[in-house]
C-alpha cells in the first residue's frame, strides 16, 4: 500500500548556505504508518527532482549542499514500512542569498 502524501505544509529557514525543511506527517488511513521520508530538490532549470535524501526519520530536514545566488525547489515524499513511496507533497521554493 502506498503512503499517499496529499497536504505536506513545507516551511524553510534560510542561512548562509543550507537550508532546513520542515512538514507535516500526512494523515494516516487504513492502520498504514511512515516509516521514513525521501527529499527530493531541482531547480528552475531542471524538469525532474533528484533524490537527495533517502530515510529520513521526520522533520526536519537540513539540506547543506545549496550555492549562493541559487533558487532550490523541494518536494518530500512518505515511505511505508513495506517500502512504498507516496507521491511528492507540495513544494516549497527557496533562494539562497548570494555570498
Given amino acids: 500500500m502506498v503512503v499517499l502524501v496529499t497536504a505536506f505544509a513545507l516551511a524553510f529557514a534560510k542561512s548562509r548556505h543550507s537550508v532546513t525543511l520542515t512538514w507535516q506527517p500526512p494523515t494516516l488511513e487504513n492502520g498504514v504508518s511512515v516509516a521514513s521520508y525521501n527529499v527530493y530538490r531541482r531547480t528552475p532549470k531542471d524538469h525532474i527532482y533528484k533524490k537527495i535524501a533517502t530515510h529520513v526519520p521526520g ?3 537540513q539540506d547543506p549542499q545549496v550555492k549562493g545566488g541559487q533558487t532550490y525547489i ?13 507521491r511528492l507533497s507540495e513544494v516549497a521554493k527557496v533562494t539562497i542569498p548570494s555570498p
Fill in 59 to 61: 522533520p526536519p530536514y
Fill in 74 to 86: 523541494y518536494a518530500v515524499s512518505a515511505v511505508d514500512p513495506s517500502g512504498h513511496e507516496g
